[in-house]
C-alpha cells in the first residue's frame, strides 16, 4: 500500500511539473487518455460512439471532458468535475517596460485570487498558447520556456522598515517581473520569437502565464506532506484522469471533466458556467437514439461529484477553522457543506459521498466555513445552473490555497483516486 501511495504521489508530482499552465494541463490529459486507448472528438463534426469504448473531446485546448461508455448502459451518467487553472500572473499585450537604462520588467496582470506576497524573489518562467499565422492560417502553439527566466524581487527591508507589519502590494508598481539587467523595449518579444521559431509580425495573440520554478517535493520527518505549486486543482483533476482510466464502468456512463476559468468564476465558454458538459453529455444520449426525455431521465439517474481542494485547519491558526467541522491533510476526502449554497452537497448528496467512501474503504470528514468567514464557491453550483444532476462537493485538504505554494497530505491523492474507481465502476 505504501508502495503504491509513493508512486501515485509521484505520478502526480510529474503531472503538475509538465503542466505549468491550464492548456498544458489538457495537453497531459490527452497524453494520459490517449495512451490508454480513448478516442479523440470533434465538436466540429457528428458523433458515431460505440457501446465498450471510451472517447474525449476537448474545447479551447484548456478543458477537456473524457468518457466511457459500458457494454450495456443501464442508468444515467457518473461524473466528475475539476479544474485545470490556478491563480497566476498572465503577460499583458506590450509587457516590456523599461526603468531608465538599468532594467526591463514585464507588464502582467492577476488571474484569480491570489496570496501576492509569496511571488517575490522565487525563480519564475512562462507558459501557455501562443496564435500564430502559417500561410494564411492560424495555428495554435503550446509554448512552455521551462528555463529560469525571471524574478519579482523583494524590496530591502532597509527601504520598508514596515515590511514585517503588513503591507499591500500594488500589482501594477510592485509585483511587475524583472526579466533583465538591461533597457530593452523589444527584450520579450525577442524571446517568443526564438521561442515559437518566427518573425514577430507571425505571431497573432497570446494567452501566457507566470509559473514557480520551484519542483512539487515530498516534506515532514515520514514524507507525508507534499509541497508544490498548483495543487489547487490539478490534484483532483489528475486524480480524476486516473480514476476513470483504471476503472470499467458497469451500469453508468463514466464522465471526467476538466474546467478552466473556475478561479475567476467560470463564466467562459471552457468554463463549469456554460454549455459545455450539457452538450457532451447530450451528444452521448442522441447518439443512441435517445430524445431530450431520454436525457432528463439520465440526469434524474446521475450523480455528479464536484472536486476542488479544501482547507485543512491551519496550525498556526486553528481558530480560522470551523469549531467542530475540522478537516485534516492524510485524513481522507472532505465533503463540503455550505447554508449559502457555495457548495451544492446536501443531505442527500452528502449522505451518497458518505455512503461511497465506505464502500471503496476510503476515510471522510466535514468542512463548514467558520461562521464569520464567507468561502469561495466552485465548480458543482455552476454546473448545476446547466444540468439538473444531483452534484456533491468535495476535496482534499490542503494549506495556504492560492500561494504559489501549496502543501497537502501525500495519502490523500491515494483516497481520492481509490473513492473515484470505486464511483467510476458502478
Request: include cysteine.
Amino acid at each position: 500500500m505504501m508502495q503504491e501511495q509513493n508512486q501515485t504521489v509521484q505520478e502526480l508530482l510529474s503531472f503538475i511539473d509538465h503542466a505549468p499552465s491550464p492548456y498544458h494541463v489538457v495537453a497531459q490529459a490527452k497524453e494520459m487518455l490517449e495512451a490508454a486507448g480513448f478516442t479523440k472528438l470533434s465538436e466540429k463534426t457528428g458523433w458515431e460512439l460505440e457501446r465498450g469504448k471510451s472517447y474525449y473531446v476537448s474545447r479551447q485546448g484548456s478543458a477537456v471532458i473524457a468518457f466511457r461508455i459500458p457494454q450495456n448502459p443501464q442508468k444515467g451518467f457518473h461524473l466528475v468535475a475539476s479544474h485545470s487553472d490556478s491563480p497566476v500572473f498572465k503577460v499583458k499585450s506590450n509587457p516590456e517596460m523599461t526603468q531608465g537604462k538599468l532594467y526591463t520588467k514585464l507588464n502582467v496582470e492577476k488571474y484569480g485570487g491570489m496570496i501576492l506576497s509569496t511571488w517575490f524573489d522565487r525563480p519564475l518562467s512562462i507558459a501557455g498558447k501562443v496564435y500564430l499565422n502559417e500561410n494564411g492560417s492560424i495555428v495554435k502553439k503550446l509554448v512552455n520556456f521551462d528555463r529560469d527566466l525571471l524574478v519579482i524581487p523583494s524590496l530591502a527591508i532597509h527601504m520598508n522598515r514596515d515590511a514585517n507589519n503588513g503591507m499591500k502590494f500594488s500589482v501594477q508598481k510592485d509585483l511587475c517581473p524583472l526579466l533583465s539587467t538591461s533597457a530593452d523595449n523589444e527584450a520579450f518579444m525577442k524571446l517568443l520569437e526564438q521561442e515559437v521559431g518566427t518573425a514577430r509580425e507571425n505571431i497573432l495573440g497570446y494567452d501566457l502565464n507566470l509559473y514557480i520554478r520551484q519542483k512539487g517535493t515530498q516534506v515532514g520527518i515520514d514524507g507525508d506532506m507534499i509541497v508544490s505549486s498548483r495543487l489547487d486543482d490539478q490534484e483532483c483533476a489528475f486524480g480524476s484522469l486516473k480514476a476513470i482510466i483504471e476503472s470499467e464502468p458497469q451500469d453508468y456512463i463514466s464522465v471526467c471533466a476538466v474546467f478552466d476559468n473556475e478561479e475567476v468564476g467560470s463564466m467562459s465558454p471552457q468554463g463549469a458556467d456554460s454549455d459545455f458538459l450539457r452538450d457532451t453529455v447530450k451528444r452521448i444520449v442522441y447518439s443512441f437514439g435517445g430524445t431530450e426525455t431520454t436525457y432528463m431521465e439520465a440526469m434524474a439517474n446521475s450523480f455528479m461529484i464536484s472536486a476542488d481542494n479544501a482547507h485543512a485547519v491551519h496550525p498556526n491558526s486553528p481558530e480560522k477553522a470551523d469549531p467542530t467541522n475540522r478537516p485534516a491533510m492524510n485524513a481522507g476526502i472532505v465533503i463540503k457543506y455550505s447554508a449559502a449554497q457555495k457548495y451544492t452537497t446536501s443531505a442527500y448528496t452528502g449522505s451518497v459521498m458518505k455512503q461511497l467512501c465506505r464502500e471503496a474503504d476510503v476515510p471522510c470528514q466535514i468542512f463548514h466555513n467558520h461562521s464569520d468567514s464567507m468561502g469561495g464557491g466552485t465548480l458543482g453550483k455552476y454546473s448545476a445552473t446547466h444540468m439538473s444532476v444531483a452534484t456533491v462537493d468535495i476535496g482534499l485538504a490542503q494549506l495556504a490555497m492560492h500561494s504559489a505554494v501549496e502543501t497537502a497530505g501525500t495519502k490523500d491523492i491515494g483516497y481520492l483516486v481509490k473513492v473515484l474507481q470505486y464511483f467510476y465502476g458502478l
